[in-house]
């Protein structure tokens, strides 16, 4: 009897092994296909509470100040042009200049080809790059300090 016991027991634990396994693989796979899809114009991939900032610490173009802050909610384009979210009306940046955009819960910066490069840290931007809680952005003549936490920048 006890030797009957000992096997349904192994075989109901197999079973719900198999189950988990099953429903793991299940969910794994939903999660990857959500991250392709594009997000809806409304929502938004992140709380505002880790929502990504530029802070001006560095222009002398009369359109930004120092402190000026731009909230990065979507996908933007910083450049001269009038088709760019973050419009910088500066003779050493390029119609379309950089992109900041979030993937994965980290924001990334990508320069689009321009003229005059785009730096962080003083660093040319060669390929897209993770953006970390400080680091500065120059654009052209305009200088921005990304902030991720809310703190203050000085």
Not at 88 to 114: C, M, P
């Amino acid at each position: 009897m006890f030797a009957v016991f000992l096997l349904i027991l192994r075989y109901a634990f197999l079973l719900f092994l198999v189950i988990f396994i099953i429903m793991l693989v299940k969910w794994m796979v939903s999660d990857l296909l959500m991250e392709k899809e594009p997000q809806p114009a409304g929502q938004k991939e992140m709380s505002m509470v880790d929502t990504g900032r530029l802070v001006v610490i560095n222009s002398s173009l009369p359109d930004l100040n120092y402190g000026d802050i731009f909230l990065i909610e979507r996908d933007i384009i910083i450049g001269r042009g009038d088709s760019s979210s973050l419009v910088i009306k500066d003779t050493f940046a390029s119609n379309q200049h950089a992109r900041i955009f979030v993937r994965q819960g980290q924001y990334w910066l990508e320069d689009l080809g321009s003229t005059n490069g785009t730096f962080v840290n003083e660093t040319q931007v060669e390929r897209p790059v993770v953006l970390a809680d400080g680091d500065r952005l120059r654009v052209g003549s305009v200088i921005f300090q990304f902030v991720r936490w809310g703190h203050e920048v000085g």
